[in-house]
Structures are given as structure tokens and as C-alpha cells.
């Protein structure tokens, strides 16, 4: 199995959920926060081959890559200025950015050296990409990508899984909907092709990225849609539009009976679809730094930073076991 490890993600995660257990009143302390949640949640996963904790582990990594976000998201501004910019005008992002990635720098560096493991890493380039670019060469290999992120979720297959670590969930062919499918006021998951599922969040839109989706449309109304039709076939036709989600509303139709909600789907399609290649899948190889292992170095820095969230015998099997496949 090739396990994918969507760095930044973990690292926000991290640092947010030991900073509110460690409440770090300094810069130094708060370095130290942000390396340490990032460290114990990429190595916790390398430990368990990317299942939750206590789980079956029913697959076994034979390869890790961990990808990075690195600049800014340049390409996907020029179709959308405003994408991803909601979050640079955050206080917290603002206050944390430069702590989360210095961990990053930290982290990077220990691995891409130390570890059994690739590290991916491009300028101006959104790990989004880079996971996209392994999945599509990884073609006829288990993959499974570790990140709360829920666009990864298009992306789901028989090949292809998520393990989404706040939730400490495996998302698969099997449990998809029970996990994805927004739920109505009674809890009855709503659910529609999974093919769909581009169309489910270019309707909705994601506000993390400040992308905003189609007016009136929520997940319920979005889902509703695809369960009954493909997308474009509403494009144009108000009337199939409020068949199916059974009421009326005239901001909704409106978009739909002009060219409103088209050129927003479309956009974000354009944004959100991680099949499309980007410029990066061809670089692939030359955005990699593989790692060699070596324990000793690998095991002073390990007990340096006292990273105590983490199975040590566990650990270090799986990264002897990685050693040795990859030669």
C-alpha cells in the first residue's frame, strides 16, 4: 500500500489540538507545540499504516510519501483571485502561520533525511496537487490518503481510500455515504451517485478556501439534486430544479434559468477536480526528496523532542519494514 500523508493539514491539526491542552505562552513554546503535534500525527500514522487507532490495520504501508503545501495556491488564484485568501485576513492564521511553517521546514528536514519516506514539496504548489499526482501514477497499488480535507473524498475507489485523523475514520467504498452524505433534521443520510460527488461540493462551494458555491444551494439541497439527476441537466431548467428538491425558490431557479450557477459550477469544478493533471504531475519525481534510514540519527532526534504520543514499537517496525522494501 502507498500511503499519502497530507502534510500541512496534519500540521494545523496537530497544533491546534495540543494547543489548546498546552496553552504555550511563548514563541519558543509555541515552536515547540507546533513540532511536536506535527510529528506525533505523521509518525502515529506511519505507525498504524494509516488506520485508527486500535483498528484491524488490514493493509500494510510499503511506501509513505508526505506531501506539503509550500507558497501560496498561485495557480488556482489565477482562475479565482479571492481563492484561499479568507484565511490570510484570519487573526489566527495570521498569528500561526510562521510558527506551523517553521515545524514544517523542521520536520521536512529530519524526514526526507532520516526516514524511509518521500517528501513533496514544490514552490507555490497546494499538496492537493501532489496527492492528486501520486494517486493517478499510482494506478493498479492500494493508496490511502491521511487528511481531513473532504475533497480528497472524490477520490475514493476501490484503490483509493482516506483516513480522516480528527475523526479517526477510514472512509472507503463501503462506509462512504455514511460518512459523506449530509443528513436530514430525522438523521436519514441523503445519498446520491458517488461519481457525483465534484458536482455535491462545486454546488456548495467550500468556504476554508473562501470558494463560495451556488446561492440558496446547501449540502441538503445539493444532494438532493444529484440524487434525483446529473448536474447539467438542470443547467436551464427551472422547473426540473424545483421538482426535485420539492419546493420553490426563486434565487435558486433564477441561477439555474440563466448562466449564474453554470459558470459558478464550472469554476469550481475547474478548482475542486483533483483528476484534472496539474503542471506539477509531470515534476513529480524532481519535487521528491526520499529519505534513507538511519535509526540512530532518526532515534536522538526522536527522544530530543520527547514525543511520547507514539507507539515506539510500533513505529520503529513499521520503519525497519519500510526500509527494507524500498531497498
Same mark, same amino acid.
Request: proline residues 6%; charged residues 30%.
Given at each position: 500500500m502507498l500511503l499519502i500523508i497530507d502534510g500541512n493539514n496534519l500540521a494545523w491539526a496537530g497544533f491546534y489540538a495540543l494547543e489548546r491542552a498546552m496553552k504555550p505562552d511563548t514563541p519558543e513554546r509555541r515552536d515547540r507545540v507546533a513540532m511536536l503535534g506535527l510529528a506525533s500525527m505523521v509518525l502515529g500514522v506511519i505507525a498504524r499504516d494509516g488506520d485508527a487507532p486500535g483498528g484491524a490495520r488490514p493493509m500494510r504501508a510499503e511506501r509513505v510519501a508526505i506531501?506539503?503545501?509550500?507558497?501560496?495556491?498561485?495557480?488556482?488564484?489565477?482562475?479565482?483571485?479571492?481563492?484561499?485568501?479568507?484565511?490570510?485576513?484570519?487573526?489566527?492564521?495570521?498569528?500561526?502561520?510562521?510558527?506551523?511553517?517553521?515545524?514544517?521546514?523542521?520536520?521536512? &528536514?529530519? =524526514?526526507?533525511?532520516?526516514?524511509?519516506?518521500? $517528501?513533496? +514539496?514544490?514552490?507555490?504548489?497546494?499538496?492537493?496537487? #501532489?496527492? @492528486?499526482?501520486?494517486?493517478?501514477?499510482?494506478?493498479?497499488?492500494?493508496?490511502?490518503?491521511?487528511?481531513?480535507?473532504?475533497?480528497?473524498?472524490?477520490?475514493?475507489g476501490a484503490e483509493t481510500s482516506i483516513y480522516a485523523p480528527v475523526k479517526k475514520l477510514v472512509i472507503d467504498e463501503e462506509n462512504f455515504f455514511e460518512a459523506a452524505a449530509p443528513r436530514t433534521s430525522a438523521g436519514e443520510a441523503v445519498i446520491f451517485p458517488r461519481e457525483r460527488f465534484l458536482d455535491y461540493r462545486a454546488l456548495t462551494?467550500?468556504?476554508?478556501?473562501?470558494?463560495?458555491?451556488?446561492?440558496?444551494?446547501?449540502?441538503?439541497?445539493?444532494?438532493?439534486?444529484?440524487?434525483?439527476?446529473?448536474?447539467?441537466?438542470?443547467?436551464?431548467?427551472?422547473?426540473?430544479?424545483?421538482?426535485?428538491?420539492?419546493?420553490?425558490?426563486?434565487?435558486?431557479?433564477? &441561477?439555474? =434559468?440563466?448562466?449564474?450557477?453554470?459558470?459558478? $459550477?464550472? +469554476?469550481?469544478?475547474?478548482?475542486?477536480?483533483?483528476? #484534472?493533471? @496539474?503542471?506539477?504531475w509531470s515534476q513529480l519525481a524532481a519535487l521528491t526528496?526520499?529519505?534513507?534510514?538511519?535509526?540512530?540519527?532518526?532515534?536522538?532526534?526522536?527522544?530530543?523532542?520527547?514525543?511520547?504520543?507514539?507507539e515506539d514499537a510500533a513505529l520503529f517496525e513499521r520503519l525497519e519494514s519500510l526500509a527494507a522494501a524500498s531497498g
Open positions: 506531501c506539503f503545501d509550500e507558497g501560496r495556491p498561485l495557480r488556482r488564484r489565477e482562475i479565482f483571485p479571492a481563492y484561499q485568501t479568507g484565511r490570510e485576513g484570519d487573526p489566527k492564521f495570521v498569528e500561526n502561520e510562521a510558527t506551523i511553517l517553521r515545524a514544517i521546514d523542521g520536520f521536512a &528536514a529530519v =524526514a526526507s533525511t532520516l526516514l524511509p519516506v518521500e $517528501v513533496l +514539496r514544490g514552490t507555490n504548489t497546494e499538496a492537493d496537487d #501532489l496527492i @492528486a499526482g501520486l494517486i493517478d501514477a499510482g494506478r493498479g497499488v492500494q493508496k490511502r490518503i491521511v487528511s481531513t480535507d473532504r475533497d480528497f473524498l472524490q477520490l475514493v462551494g467550500d468556504p476554508s478556501d473562501n470558494l463560495p458555491g451556488v446561492p440558496g444551494i446547501g449540502p441538503l439541497s445539493a444532494a438532493k439534486l444529484l440524487a434525483a439527476s446529473p448536474l447539467d441537466d438542470y443547467f436551464g431548467d427551472p422547473d426540473a430544479v424545483r421538482a426535485a428538491l420539492g419546493r420553490k425558490s426563486a434565487a435558486v431557479e433564477s &441561477a439555474f =434559468a440563466g448562466g449564474s450557477a453554470r459558470d459558478i $459550477v464550472q +469554476r469550481n469544478r475547474t478548482l475542486m477536480d483533483l483528476r #484534472l493533471p @496539474a503542471p506539477c526528496s526520499r529519505g534513507r534510514w538511519d535509526r540512530a540519527g532518526f532515534e536522538a532526534w526522536y527522544r530530543e523532542e520527547k514525543i511520547s504520543a507514539v
